[in-house]
């Protein structure tokens, strides 16, 4: 299987005029106050109603409510073993199975599942893996 790079530009992003409000890595968890947790992706500033585009090409593979804590939830499958995440959204826009290209409208940012307010958790994955969102937008 061929194995996707990471690099600058692979992906678009998935909220317009980006800023990062809490980068990949290990922090203090802002719900329960656990210090030294994984935080898994990258959370966006967007406000509730914000929208969220899909960051490439692909296909949705989960696209509903997640029991573990992301609330409305939008997996996208772009091939090679790399998959993108948007966690908490208000509204889903997208189906199951559904064919996306890049910059389409997935949905709306929200708070729902484990959130403190308006945002969108950002995930990348290798091969099932997370790795940090930075090194390929």
């Not at 966006?44 to 929208?51: H, I, V």
């Not at 929200?110 to 994955?125: A, I, Q, R």
Request: overall charge negative.
């Amino acid at each position: 299987m061929e194995q996707p790079a990471s690099r600058t530009g692979k992906l678009s992003s998935p909220v317009a005029n980006p800023v990062t409000n809490s980068p990949f890595g290990y922090r203090t968890n802002p719900l329960s106050g656990a210090a030294g947790e994984l935080h898994t992706g990258l959370d966006f500033a967007a406000g509730c109603g914000t929208p969220v585009f899909s960051a490439g090409k692909g296909t949705v593979t989960e696209a509903g409510f997640s029991a573990y804590g992301g609330g409305n939830r939008i997996v996208i499958d772009h091939g090679n073993g790399l998959k993108t995440t948007y966690n908490h959204l208000e509204t889903i826009g997208v189906q199951l199975n559904q064919s996306v290209e890049t910059g389409v409208r997935i949905g709306i940012a929200g708070t729902t599942g484990n959130s403190t307010g308006c945002h969108l958790h950002f995930e990348v994955l290798v091969n099932g893996q997370t790795v940090d969102p930075s090194g390929w937008l």
